[in-house]
């Protein structure tokens, strides 16, 4: 793999995401492995990311000049680049010029490896309080800006390179090209990592890992899981029992996805547990909302949980059950300070809080990859565009989104009025820009309104469009009010019920994305 080098800044993942996206598969990895651990990894190339640090502070991390000896190809960013300079024989400097934000690169050398064929002038995206003056020794000098004379450096014979800015961020026009051209034409790699190399390599590395036994993967509707499942049925076919808990709080169509489209599609072999009843008789009176995710939490592994036992004891003894699919993804890998992402079965001891006699080794096919490319993985394996487009859905479901009792009417309402708006954000052409939309019902509330010659006393519901890259944080879409004129009148139309729609124009925080 090319190895991200992770200095401390929150870049790594993306520069990992972007030299992906260049069709070559990447890692990321703590700057404090050692030289010989990381050429013991046998990366094709290094990406030094941004950090914090200035490089003659007490403490920054160094840059181990080994390692750029060691033929390897290497890619320096920001602060990269200055721990390259430094490494080597060049001059790191506080010369009170600080960048941040989008400013314009020179190109001197457009010519070179990183620059071919580009503008001579580039908006790129800074953020430093020290420079680069002085190049080390054998190195080209191809760009500069205002604030920092030496932007960008190349060595086509040693193969390392190195640029000020941050050319994974979007706001750098010409950053990819950057990236790419370092990893296709400096690096000579052949770009040719794609969902089909996945599909492939997981399949066999499931095979080989699973062998005779059977597997269970537990199904929720969202893309995670059903991706996950997708491979390993591709793997080991009917070796995967996957058990769909239908808890009755998804949203209108979301089950016939499940148990339709996505077996026809896939040719899994599905257990559904109708568990409607069981759920709401659990949520009648509650309208606390800690309480009702709790209930529907143990609900949750209740039902799994004898589902699995069925599933665990119809199987045969030669070939029992000892695998349980997750659908852990790369970022969570990197957060949680787990080794490679390369590896995709790792053994585990108490699942979820499984009980002793459930115990399984978890087989994780996506622990490699980023969200999107789970999509691309999907989308390879058939899974139905509804799945794998789908915006990211809250695990208690439509029990969250009603502000009140969740009760068999209630969430009819719910599941009509959010099928509307669905369906027009999509006719919008919204999805791309809007992360989810939240549809609220305000069971406890009630106003009053007009309709035909008639007095109504109907519920509210609330829109909550956001737009967010993590979920961590968020701001609501501005969503044309041609759009919200059409849902609005159509739900009111529509759901009877409802009588006003209202739209949550909080960004996160200080709201949450959910409204309980
Ligand atoms: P909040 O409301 O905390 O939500 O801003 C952040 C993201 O997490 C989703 N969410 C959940 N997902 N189980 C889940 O699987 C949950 O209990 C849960 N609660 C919130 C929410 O939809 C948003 O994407």
């Known amino acids: 793999p090319v190895l991200v080098v992770d200095f401390g800044a929150q870049y790594a993942q993306l520069i990992a995401r972007r030299v992906r996206e260049a069709n070559v598969y990447s890692e990321v990895v703590p700057h404090d492995l050692s030289t010989e651990e990381i050429l013991a990894k046998e990366p094709a190339a290094l990406v030094l990311s941004g950090g914090p640090s200035s490089v003659y502070e007490d403490g920054a991390p160094r840059l181990d000049p080994a390692l750029l000896e060691a033929g390897v190809p290497v890619l320096g960013l920001c602060y990269g680049f200055q721990a390259m300079a430094s490494a080597l024989d060049g001059t790191v400097e506080k010369t009170g010029l600080r960048e941040y934000g989008s400013t314009r690169a020179q190109i001197s050398d457009r010519d070179s490896t990183l620059f071919n064929g580009q503008p001579e002038e580039q908006s790129v995206w800074m953020s430093h309080g020290d420079s680069v003056t002085e190049a080390p020794s054998g190195m080209r000098v191809s760009a500069s800006t205002s604030g920092a004379p030496v932007a960008a450096f190349e060595d086509d014979e040693r193969r390392l390179y190195g640029v000020q800015w941050h050319p994974e961020v979007m706001h750098s026009t010409f950053g990819q090209r950057v990236i790419e051209n370092f990893l296709l034409r400096g690096a000579e790699l052949p770009g040719d990592w794609t969902a089909g190399n996945v599909v492939e390599d997981q399949v066999a590395a499931i095979r080989e890992a699973v062998g005779e036994d059977q597997v269970l993967c537990g199904l929720s509707g969202g893309v995670d899981s059903s991706v996950a499942a997708a491979l390993v049925q591709r793997a080991v076919g009917d070796q995967l029992t996957c058990v769909f808990v239908d808890h009755g709080l998804l949203r209108e169509g979301e089950a016939e996805q499940v148990e339709e489209d996505f077996v026809a599609a896939t040719g899994v072999r599905l257990v ?55 659908g852990t993804l790369y970022p969570d890998v990197v957060e949680s300070g787990g080794g490679t992402g390369a590896a995709n079965i790792k053994s585990h001891h108490n699942v979820g809080g499984l009980p002793e006699d459930l115990q399984f080794t978890l087989v994780e096919p996506l622990r490699a990859l980023f969200k999107d490319e789970v999509r691309m993985v999907g989308r390879e394996l058939g899974v139905p565009d509804a799945i794998v487009d789908r915006q990211p859905f809250p695990g208690p479901g439509l029990g969250i989104r009603i502000i009140g009792e969740v009760t068999e009417h209630n969430l009819d309402i719910l599941r009509r009025a ?99």
């Open 418 to 516: 959010d099928a509307i708006a669905r369906h027009e954000l999509t006719e919008a052409g919204l999805d791309g820009e809007i992360w989810q939309c939240p549809v609220v019902l305000l069971a406890d509330v009630r106003s009053v309104g007009v309709q035909g010659d008639g007095r109504t006393y109907g519920h509210p519901v609330v829109l909550r469009p956001v737009s967010s890259e993590d979920a961590m944080t968020a701001d609501w879409t501005r969503v044309p009010y041609d759009v919200l004129a059409e849902i609005s009148t159509r739900i009111t139309n529509e759901v009877e019920e409802v009588n006003r729609v209202v739209l949550d124009v909080t960004s996160k925080p200080p709201g949450t994305i959910e409204w309980e």
């Open 272 to 326: 559904v547990v109708d568990a409607k009843e069981q759920f709401l008789g659990a949520l009648a009176g509650v309208s606390d909302p800690e309480e009702k995710r709790k209930i529907i939490g143990r609900e949750f592994i209740r039902t799994f949980e004898q589902a699995a036992r069925d599933v665990v004891q119809d199987a045969d003894d030669e070939h029992p059950v000892k695998y349980l699919v997750q």
